[in-house]
T-cell receptor, first 112, second 115 residues
Framework: AQTVTQSQPEMSVQEAETVTLSCTYDTSENNYYLFWYKQPPSRQMILVIRQEAYKQQNATENRFSVNFQKAAKSFSLKISDSQLGDTAMYFCAHNYGQNFVFGPGTRLSVLP | ETGVTQTPRHLVMGMTNKKSLKCEQHLGHNAMYWYKQSAKKPLELMFV???????ENNSVPSRFSPECPNSSHLFLHLHTLQPEDSALYLC??????????????FGSGTRLTVV
């Protein structure tokens, strides 16, 4: 079964600090892609960062970076210099066929 | 401009009503999707359309009826819903189905409450 687990339902971080969100997944595919989406109170899901499973180098997008451990099927998101606008639900996902499998989400609150 | 626009933003309907959700994308994408987002549950794929043709129905009850008249518009027709159908309904699009590895563009959703 294709599953995505996010073990932290809620997290908080002080503004300007660094926070790491955890994600593990289970897939039978060999080539796949992993994603982190952000859903702010406006409700629109926004793609934060994307990782190709066959690439060993961790993806980075400005203040957002991932720690991809393929053997462990782990894909954590690190947010550096957290900003108030980072407050949102964060969903980890991977593509499977013509679909995505999403995790249950982590609610991140950035505190002033 | 998000690229994917959903209307209405909020909808309250009785169990005997008939209503429709609308999704429109101006990105030139050929694949469109309906997702259901319930509290404390992962996003659930409902329907997939590719070049106006339905390619997936994820065991969705017949009280949900999708329609895709062209590649830019997607509707979800609702009738005789149940209170447990209350959720956020998200529309998404991608260049094509095989391009799901590039991620989707999502709309802001319709918050549906069935009373």
């Amino acid at each position: 079964a294709q599953t995505v687990t996010q073990s932290q339902p809620e997290m908080s971080v002080q503004e300007a600090e660094t926070v790491t969100l955890s994600c593990t997944y289970d897939t039978s595919e060999n080539n796949y892609y992993l994603f982190w989406y952000k859903q702010p109170p406006s409700r629109q899901m926004i793609l934060v960062i994307r990782q190709e499973a066959y690439k060993q180098q961790n993806a980075t997008e400005n203040r957002f970076s991932v720690n991809f451990q393929k053997a462990a099927k782990s894909f954590s998101l690190k947010i550096s210099d957290s900003q108030l606008g980072d407050t949102a639900m964060y969903f980890c996902a991977h593509n499977y066929g013509q679909n995505f499998v999403f995790g249950p989400g982590t609610r991140l609150s950035v505190l002033p | 401009e998000t690229g994917v626009t959903q209307t209405p933003r909020h909808l309250v309907m009785g169990m005997t009503n008939k209503k429709s959700l609308k999704c429109e994308q101006h990105l030139g994408h050929n694949a469109m999707y309906w997702y259901k987002q319930s509290a404390k549950k992962p996003l659930e794929l409902m329907f997939v359309y590719n070049f106006k043709e339905q390619t997936e129905n994820n065991s969705v009850p017949s009280r949900f009826s999708p329609e895709c008249p062209n590649s830019s518009h997607l509707f979800l027709h609702l009738h005789t819903l149940q209170p447990e159908d209350s959720a956020l309904y998200l529309c998404a699009s991608s260049q094509e189905i095989a391009a799901s590895n590039y991620g989707y563009t999502f709309g802001s959703g319709t918050r549906l409450t069935v009373v």
